[in-house]
């Protein structure tokens, strides 16, 4: 979960950036979020990711929102 705890916070820092005047800054971080929660569903199907992989997919359009 380190990992995951840390892309979160790349995703946070990338959305600030965002915030600040450089649009595509979540780009990466989102991918990489992402692609781990899918690596992590796929490996541990018992817990619910949905919402996880929800969230991570959509940070991108809110940043988007927040930064206009």
Known sequence: MAAGTYLAGKVTAAAEAVVAGEP???DGPVAE?????RAHAAQFPHVDWHYVLRLAEE???AAA???A
Do not use: F, N, S
């Not at 979020?33 to 929660?37: I, K």
């Open 24 to 26: 595509g800054a979540l």
């Open 33 to 37: 979020l992402t692609g781990w929660v």
């Open 59 to 61: 940070a991108g359009a």
């Open 65 to 67: 929102k927040l930064a």
